[in-house]
């Protein structure tokens, strides 16, 4: 079993950049997708972005396209989310998850992801 802890959230101002971090346990984590979600007060849970278990695949929603990244390192067991020109709607907390699912597709669907992360707070100010 795989577990998940986000970092490198915080405040930051509208236009800026943040990068967020997943580092996972265990040792199945190259075998598993990896998904980055986020949900605001009042709001359901949305898929941000999603990486193949090698990193050679990426979807995006298309509220982030072109300003996120999703990135992974399989040596370290660590999969990133590059925000720039981050905007107040991007205000939420923050969850990576993992899903071993499917071998080619990258799912959206939150109930797909087996194993979630605690979440970090990313506040963006106007």
């Known amino acids: 079993q795989v577990q998940l802890v986000e970092s490198g959230g915080g405040l930051v101002q509208a236009g800026g950049s943040l990068r967020l971090a997943c580092g996972?346990?265990?040792?199945?984590?190259?075998?598993?997708a990896m998904g980055w979600f986020r949900q605001a007060p009042?709001?359901?849970?949305?898929?941000?972005?999603a990486i193949s278990r090698t990193g050679g695949r990426t979807s995006y929603a298309n509220s982030v396209k072109g300003r996120f990244t999703i990135s992974r390192d399989n040596t370290k067991n660590t999969v990133y989310l590059q925000m720039n020109s981050?905007?107040?709607?991007?205000?939420?907390?923050?969850?990576?998850?993992?899903?071993?699912h499917y071998t080619d597709y990258l799912t959206a669907t939150a109930a797909e992801y087996d194993v979630w992360g605690q979440g970090t707070q990313v506040?963006?100010?106007?």
């Not at 009042?42 to 972005?49: I, Q």
């Not at 981050?86 to 071993?100: G, I, Q």
Request: hydrophobic residues 35%.
């Open 24 to 32: 996972a346990s265990g040792r199945t984590f190259s075998s598993c």
């Open 123 to 126: 506040t963006v100010s106007s």
């Open 86 to 100: 981050l905007k107040p709607e991007d205000t939420a907390v923050y969850y990576c998850a993992a899903e071993w």
């Open 42 to 49: 009042g709001k359901e849970r949305e898929f941000v972005a």
